[in-house]
């Protein structure tokens, strides 16, 4: 019976192990252009054809250029915009809606003009960070 029951046991553990999420995590790139024009990349985890439900939100000022692009790229989705954010990104807030809904962080990065990079991880409980007035490699505030 003991012998069972740990039989049992070892292929319920096998089988979470086997239904386990993966964790792969998105990546948002935000190069400036010109000034106060962004080219905007999403990569976003998929497992299939099923994309995991993040979206990118960014400040109400911002809009789009031209219509988001989006493609397959192995294992996950690529979304490319040209946005238009009048007065920049410095001081706004960029956030990632659908994080508290998954295991997934996703990394954001973001050049200025003048190649000053800065970065930050936005994950389940600091979904957004808040873009800092061009210097050198900083972090973007969360």
Not at 92 to 100: E, F, K, M, R, T
Request: hydrophobic share 40%.
């Amino acid at each position: 019976m003991i012998h069972l029951l740990s039989t049992l046991a070892m292929l319920l553990v096998l089988q979470g192990a086997a239904f386990s999420h993966e964790l792969r995590p998105g990546f948002l790139e935000i190069r400036e252009s010109s000034p106060a024009t962004y080219d905007v990349r999403f990569k976003v985890p998929a497992r299939g054809d099923m994309r995991l439900a993040l979206y990118v939100r960014l400040p109400t000022e911002c809009s789009n250029t031209e219509p988001t692009r989006t493609e397959r790229s192995g294992n996950a989705f690529l979304e490319h915009m040209i946005i238009r954010c009048p007065g920049g990104l410095p001081g706004q807030q960029i956030s990632v809606d659908g994080l508290a809904g998954t295991f997934t962080d996703v990394v954001v990065r973001v050049e200025s003009l003048d190649r000053s990079i800065q970065a930050a991880r936005l994950r389940l409980l600091t979904w957004w960070c808040a873009v800092r007035s061009s210097s050198p490699s900083k972090n973007l505030r969360p």
